[in-house]
């Protein structure tokens, strides 16, 4: 081994047996830092799996979409309350045809008629929502189909009266029966189970996900030819008679950067056919991109907490070093009257207190490893630990032992030799 590697090798050992011979005050000197890098690497893997969770949420929906949704409008709302009338609002077939032919970068449109229907197979009923829609909806929202198929352009084209359930939906109505090729009664009219798939539910931002675990995909010329466009509402209070002909449409764009000039351009489109501010517009993206920022303005007030926890292990450190100067003037004095030079004092010292924090920050980076672990199986909060929340906090507490430890390293080579003999 080179001379110069063994010396280093020698001055860590040193270091290491003059923190042994103060077992205790090392230990309780090492806690600032463990505590600090344990909250860095548990705090950010708390952070990193809710900010994961929600960006997968934003992104089953889908980055380069744009889902329309029809609403009935306010002064509709306020009018309608406690009569009986007909009302006219949403999206329509024509906007739909619209959107698919007057944007460029529109590569596929996929549009939604909604309808609640009661269903029956045999003694198992369910209410199902029934999604009537073309080929498309399966690209745009894409779920795993677990058996058969979903529908197909023939299937649209040809009126088909097929139906696509749900894994629930064909939990709840066809249990104890044959699933593919059943058939059942939705609103007195039968059709056939040609496929069974996946569903995701809940919310993204304030963006619904479009697939519910209810749902029933039927053709879209099949929901029109058998319920129509006009539907009766009752509610507590009033009746009342709605015609929509398309309640949701769903635009996929060729590229991220297209998302928002084309989402605009719709938005100009629809106020100029429509009287009345009758649907409504998400974006994801824009959903993403906010999540994002937030994710970056988390990791930055979590970094300055943490900074501040190891800032107070760095002053430990620090205050601890000076009294062991102190407490050591005359071991300084001995060796600098046998010839120690002042840098061979200053590293002598230094090397302590990296060692004493690179310990603190190993066994803190265990412990903040631990933390989210319980943390996920007892509260079932997702966690992730990431290389980089890793590395980063036990290269700060390398650091901190070499900031905290250069004053009292130097203020121990400025000893005066003659001095510190004479010092008891």
Avoid at 299 to 310: D, F, P, T
Avoid at 347 to 369: A, H, P, R
């Amino acid at each position: 081994m080179p001379l110069h590697q063994s010396k280093f090798a020698r001055n860590i050992w040193l270091g290491i047996e003059n923190l042994l011979l103060h077992k205790l005050r090392s230990f309780l000197t090492m806690l600032g830092v463990v505590f600090g890098v344990g909250s860095v690497v548990a705090m950010l893997a708390v952070g990193e799996g809710a900010s994961k969770e929600a960006l997968q949420r934003i992104q089953k929906l889908g980055s380069t979409n744009i889902i329309i949704n029809s609403i009935k409008a306010i002064e509709d709302q306020s009018s309608s309350a406690q009569q009986s009338r007909m009302s006219m609002y949403g999206l329509t077939y024509m906007d739909y045809q619209r959107i698919r032919e007057s944007f460029p970068n529109v590569q596929q449109v996929s549009p939604a008629k909604l309808i609640r229907k009661d269903s029956r197979v045999g003694s198992n009923t369910l209410e199902l929502r029934i999604v009537g829609t073309t080929e498309q909806w399966f690209d745009l929202v894409p779920r795993e189909i677990l058996a058969g198929r979903v529908f197909e352009k023939k299937d649209v084209d040809d009126f088909s009266a097929v139906a696509v359930l749900t894994e629930f939906g064909a939990r709840k109505l066809l249990a104890t029966k044959n699933t593919i090729g059943q058939s059942i009664k939705i609103g007195g009219d039968s059709f056939e189970v040609v496929g069974i798939i996946k569903t995701e539910s809940g919310q993204a931002g304030n963006i619904q996900i479009p697939d519910q675990q209810v749902d029933a995909y039927i053709p879209l010329s099949t929901v029109r030819k058998y319920y129509g466009d006009l539907f009766f509402q009752r509610s507590s209070g009033s009746r009342s008679l709605e015609l929509v002909e398309l309640h949701q449409i769903i635009v996929q764009v060729n590229s991220t950067e297209n998302v928002e000039s084309t989402a605009a351009g719709i938005e100009r489109m629809l106020q100029n056919l429509h009287k009345k501010k009758d649907y409504t517009i998400s974006v994801p993206l824009a959903l993403l991109k906010e999540a994002e920022a937030t994710k970056q303005r988390f990791n930055i007030v979590l970094g300055s907490i943490a900074s501040i926890s190891l800032l107070v292990g760095g002053i430990g450190i620090m205050n601890i070093m000076l009294a062991s100067v102190t407490e050591r003037t005359r071991e300084i004095g001995i060796r600098r009257a046998i010839g120690a030079k002042r840098r061979q004092i200053i590293i002598q010292f230094l090397i302590e207190t990296v060692v004493l924090s690179t310990i603190g920050g190993i066994v803190g980076l265990i412990m903040g490893i631990i933390i989210p672990v319980i943390i996920t199986y007892f509260a079932g909060m997702p966690t992730v630990i990431t290389l980089q929340s890793i590395l980063l906090p036990l290269f700060i507490s390398v650091g901190i032992g070499i900031v905290f430890g250069l004053y009292p390293a130097i203020n121990a080579a400025r000893v005066d030799p003659i001095i510190a003999l004479r010092h008891e």
